[in-house]
């Protein structure tokens, strides 16, 4: 078990987003919820994970933000293609209208405020699109001479596909501590056109957008692994959620 990060004062409230899965049972039973790993990771760097339920209307949404210390954007399904003005594809999966509206109105909200912000794969195409950014729908068949990015039920989570270069002057190698990694690789879209206020800093051999931040904010930064499977295996990945939980509960 990995340690906690203590702090002298109250541990910061970390608002995680959820997404919805339908439990086998007859008749079915939809459920909102988290993976376990995003919710660990947030505790052992010394956070309380608190899970931000969709179909609450905006104002309710807000009024959750405005508690928070942090946020944090996970992975999942695919964001619909029409929100960033691309058609709809075959290789488009798991898209949930209710996630998108409430994740780009937090995402919005995010960024307009001081409150820190980690946005990890999905998350990552999120702060990008709700800030006015475009993806790639499909990195395979749209971005010349892409690497495979998509892993997904193919290798387990925490293997480590390839390295991302990271821009040694950036939050984001601080955080880690170091200005090269290696990655794990779950996704099948990315970052197209970067939204207006973000910066690339991290990038993967093939030129792919692994990581941003947003100019001018405190804390936020997105990237386009999953850390959270990666923080028993590598310190550095511990270190960016104890570095955001750390942001928090020092008010960014």
């Known amino acids: ?37 995003y919710i660990r990771a947030v505790e052992v760097a010394g956070g309380l994970p608190v899970l931000i339920p969709l179909g609450l209307d905006d104002s309710d949404l807000l009024a959750i933000f405005e508690r928070l210390d942090g946020l944090l954007l996970p992975g999942g ?9 691309e058609p709809v594809n075959p290789t488009i999966w798991g898209v949930d209208d209710d996630r998108d509206r409430v994740e780009l109105l937090l995402a919005r909200r995010g960024a307009e405020s001081d409150k820190p912000i980690l946005a990890i794969c999905r998350g990552h195409q ?18 010349p001479d892409a690497l495979k990015h998509d892993y997904y ?19 984001l190698a601080r955080s880690l501590g170091k200005t090269k990694t290696l990655v794990n690789s779950l996704h099948h879209q990315g970052v197209r056109r970067l939204a207006a206020g973000l910066t690339a800093v991290a990038t993967a051999p093939d030129g792919l957008i692994e990581g941003t931040e947003l100019t001018g904010h405190p804390f936020a930064i997105s990237v386009q692994w999953h850390p959270e ?9 511990l270190d960016l959620f104890r570095a955001f939980v750390h942001a928090a509960a020092n008010g960014g």
């Not at 970390?14 to 008749?27: F, L, N």
């Not at 399904?77 to 003005?85: K, M, S």
């Not at 499977?229 to 990945?237: I, K, R, T, W």
């Open 1 to 37: 078990m990995l340690p906690s990060i203590s702090y002298s004062k109250r541990k910061p409230l970390i608002g995680c987003t959820t997404y919805r899965k339908t439990a086998d049972q007859s008749p079915p039973i939809e459920i909102i919820g988290l993976m376990p790993a």
């Open 77 to 85: 399904g695919d964001i619909n293609p029409l929100v960033y003005g």
């Open 126 to 143: 999120i702060f990008n699109v709700a800030l006015g950014g475009t993806l790639w729908s499909d990195i395979n068949s749209q971005m």
């Open 153 to 171: 039920k193919i290798r387990p989570r925490n293997e480590l596909i390839h390295d991302v270069v990271i821009q040694p002057d950036s939050l």
């Open 229 to 237: 499977n990666l923080v028993d295996d590598d310190p550095a990945m």
